[in-house]
């Protein structure tokens, strides 16, 4: 083997590392950013049922909160029986 052959392996297997290397910052920046999503999404959560029960507390229960879509779909469906 010669040294230009010895070469150019060696830099065809660090390149080769380097891009597994890459891949795998990949996947943990990704992980990472889905475990912050979820987690402003659960401090959005929070923040809005404390306005919701500060809003009740402060008006006596006069307002409440309102309900969500799939709520009320619920509510408006009547069960049906099968004979």
Excluded: N
Excluded at 28 to 45: F, P, V
Excluded at 58 to 69: R, W
Aim: aromatic share 2%; with cysteine; glycine share 8%.
């Amino acid at each position: 083997m010669t040294y230009k052959s010895l070469g150019l392996a060696a830099l065809l297997t660090m390149s080769a590392m380097t891009l597994a290397g890459c891949e795998q910052a990949e996947k943990g920046a990704q992980q990472l950013m889905g475990q912050a999503a979820q987690t402003a999404k659960q401090a959005i959560d929070d923040t809005h049922k404390a306005a919701e029960q500060a809003i009740s507390e402060a008006t006596g229960g006069l307002i409440s909160p309102k309900k969500k879509p799939a709520d009320e779909a619920d509510e408006t469906q009547t069960p049906t029986k099968t004979i």
